[in-house]
Structures are given as C-alpha cells and as structure tokens.
C-alpha cells in the first residue's frame, strides 16, 4: 500500500532557528516528490519537486534532500521567519499521488 | 440514495482570491474526479482520485489548483490566487470503482465560479 508519512506532527520553533521536516514514503513506482507549504486559508504553494535522480533542491531558505534508496525526504528550513508558521505537506508520485498528513510549524517571536 | 453533491453552487469572487469548493460523492465510490466545463465546451478532467490518492492529477492547469480527499470520501478543490479565465463550472463524478469501461460515473450539479 503507498503511503506517505510525516514527522513531527507539529512543531514549535523560535523565530531564527533552523528545522528540519521527514517524510518517509513506500511509493512504488516513484515517479517524483513535492514539498508544498500551506498557509492557513490558503491554498498549497510548491516549493520543490524532486525526482529519482536529483539529491537536493533549494528554493530560498527551504532545502530538500531526497534519498531514493531509503524513501526518505526531509525539508530543511534555514534561520526561521514568523511568517514560515504554516503546514508543510509531502506529495509523492508514482501512479497516483499519495499525500502525507503535513506537519504543521509555528514559529514564535 | 443521495447522489454526489457539491457546495457551493454558486460562487462569486474576486480576482486574486483564494476559494475551495466541496464534493460529496455517492456512498462507498471508491473513485472520485473533478472536471472543469467551460460555457459552450464538454468538461475538461482535472484530477482523478481513487481512494485518498490522486490517481492522475494531469488536468490541473498549473499549482494554482489542488486537490485533497483525506479519507477517501469527501474531496475538496482548492483554487488561489484565482483568474477571471478561472470561471467555468466546475463538475465533481464519482464511480464505484474507476476501473472497467462500464464504471458509469455519476455527476454533481456543479458549482459555477465566476471570478470578477
């Protein structure tokens, strides 16, 4: 069964510091991963979209890894803004797209 | 039985506005898709879910539209920052399976967005 799990559900950080997000999936065929942020009332907003041959891709303060042997991503956050406070949701596709549950980042003052 | 419905019917917005527009399929279909129908025009697929998973999301126009279904029934399309060309009805099926050619697919009544 494809799934797509994230870690930490939620997380709390101070304004500056720096994060990291997982997302482990058992997705087969793999076709891609997305990382998209989410901001409360919005819609979801791509920031990286990765496939089997890339290992990294930085977009501004946000860097994703892609290990394709493992089936393990994560979601680096450089020097945290207030306005970074939103859920980060993982996509990965294969045949369809598996969602993961999103983790939702709060960063205070 | 109840069948697919959709809500809002109607929705006006701004341009550059974020909306969500919600699909209740028919009980135990397992496959659910969006469509989009332009005045004059067939419907246009969108996406197609099968269970919570988005089994072929290749309509979507760009990263402006997104689709979720979480617990495989309910779904809802998301659309930001939305354009006056994004004015369309906008047509959620669902079917029992998704498979098979006669997998009839059972209509909603649309919600018709305009954008000003």
């Known amino acids: 069964k494809n799934q797509v799990e994230q870690s930490p559900q939620s997380l709390i950080i101070l304004e500056g510091k720096n994060c990291t997000l997982q997302c482990n999936y058992t997705v087969s065929p793999f076709s891609n991963l997305r990382w998209y942020k989410q901001d409360t009332g919005r819609g979801p907003v791509s920031l990286t979209i990765?496939?089997?041959?890339?290992n990294t891709k930085s977009n501004g303060r946000y860097t994703a890894t892609l290990d394709a042997d493992t089936k393990q991503s994560s979601l680096h956050i450089t020097a945290s803004q207030l306005s970074d406070s939103a859920s980060y949701i993982c996509v990965v596709k294969g045949n369809m797209l598996t969602f993961g549950g999103g983790t939702r980042l709060m960063v205070k003052p | 039985g109840a069948g697919v419905s959709q809500t809002p019917s109607n929705k006006v917005t701004e341009k550059g506005k974020y909306v969500e527009l919600r699909c209740d399929p028919i009980?135990?279909?397992?496959?659910l898709y969006w469509y989009r129908q332009s005045l004059g025009q067939g419907p246009e697929f969108l996406i197609y879910?099968?269970?919570?998973?988005?089994?072929?999301d290749s309509g979507l126009p760009n990263d402006r539209f997104f689709a979720v279904r979480p617990e495989g029934s309910v779904s809802t399309l998301k659309i930001q920052r939305t354009e006056r060309g994004d004015s369309a009805v906008y047509l959620c099926a669902s079917s029992l399976t998704g498979s098979g050619v006669v997998d009839t697919q059972y209509f909603g009544p649309g919600t018709r967005l305009t954008v000003l």
């Open positions: 990765m496939t089997f041959s890339e």
């Open positions: 009980s135990g279909h397992t496959a």
């Open positions: 879910f099968q269970g919570t998973g988005a089994a072929d």
